[in-house]
């Protein structure tokens, strides 16, 4: 089982469409979460943390259930440039290293 | 200010020949990381240095891989000598220590794509 489990999805969303991608870690002693974004053929970038209480950025609402080891990631009113791949990622538990899911892939179309 | 740079960004060595990576991390960010994503499947962690003293190298491969980082500010990872499942994307990262508890962001630079054939 991996460690960290997304939907690898591709997800074809028009532009304005809300789209929801969930997360889920095995190991509960994980301490950290993020959302990273990848666009094809670039780095990973931070997209958000993941409080325990859910925060907001703009578009985009991240809530983690700790009892579940869940992790999601709402992006509401999609827009082209929100193309890419997501990668759910979790730290602690052991060290300062991340760990990374596989990704799910967005693609918002007009 | 600059970010993490990686060189080379694209290297096609044959199996058995020896490559170098580097990496130069943010100014003044002690703690670096290097991860590998091969075709298919999610980046893993190969280690993390925090200035010259590697913390973590739990996730290297086997003793093929060397990295090294003198004097705590840019770092190599050499493969010697490489195999075809070498292949993939290696980023590297770079993080500031930080006062609290709370993690600091770690930013990527834009990989090095290794292809042995």
């Known amino acids: 089982r991996k460690e960290v489990e997304q939907d690898p999805g591709p997800f074809n969303v028009p532009e304005g469409a809300t789209v929801a991608f969930n997360c889920t870690y095995s190991?509960?002693?994980?301490?950290?979460f993020f959302w990273y974004r990848q666009d094809c053929r670039k780095e990973p970038k931070l997209l958000m943390s993941?409080?325990?209480s859910g925060n907001e950025d703009g578009r985009f609402t991240a809530q983690l259930n700790r009892a579940s080891q869940y992790i999601s990631l709402l992006i509401r009113d999609s827009k082209l440039s929100d193309s890419a791949t997501y990668l759910c990622?979790?730290?602690?538990?052991?060290?300062?290293?991340?760990?990374f899911g596989t990704g799910t892939q967005l693609k918002v179309e007009l | 200010e600059a970010g993490v740079t990686q060189f080379p960004s694209h290297s096609v060595i044959e199996k058995g020949q020896t490559v170098t990576l580097r990496c130069d991390p943010i100014?003044?960010?002690?703690?670096l990381y290097w991860y590998r994503r091969v075709m298919g499947k999610e980046i893993k962690f190969l280690l993390h240095?925090?200035?010259?003293?590697?913390?973590?190298e739990s996730g290297m491969p086997n003793n093929r891989f060397l990295a090294e980082r003198t004097g705590g500010t840019y770092s190599t990872l050499k493969v010697q000598p490489a195999e075809l499942e070498d292949s993939g994307v290696y980023f590297c990262?770079?993080?500031?220590?930080?006062?609290?508890?709370?993690?600091?962001?770690?930013?990527f630079g834009q990989g090095t794509r290794l292809t042995v054939v």
């Open positions: 990262a770079s993080s500031p220590i930080t006062g609290d508890n709370w993690p600091a962001e770690a930013f």
């Open positions: 190991n509960s002693a994980s301490q950290s």
């Open positions: 993941v409080y325990s």
């Open positions: 990622v979790v730290k602690g538990g052991g060290g300062n290293k991340l760990t």
């Open positions: 100014s003044g960010h002690d703690n």
């Open positions: 240095f925090v200035k010259e003293s590697k913390q973590d």
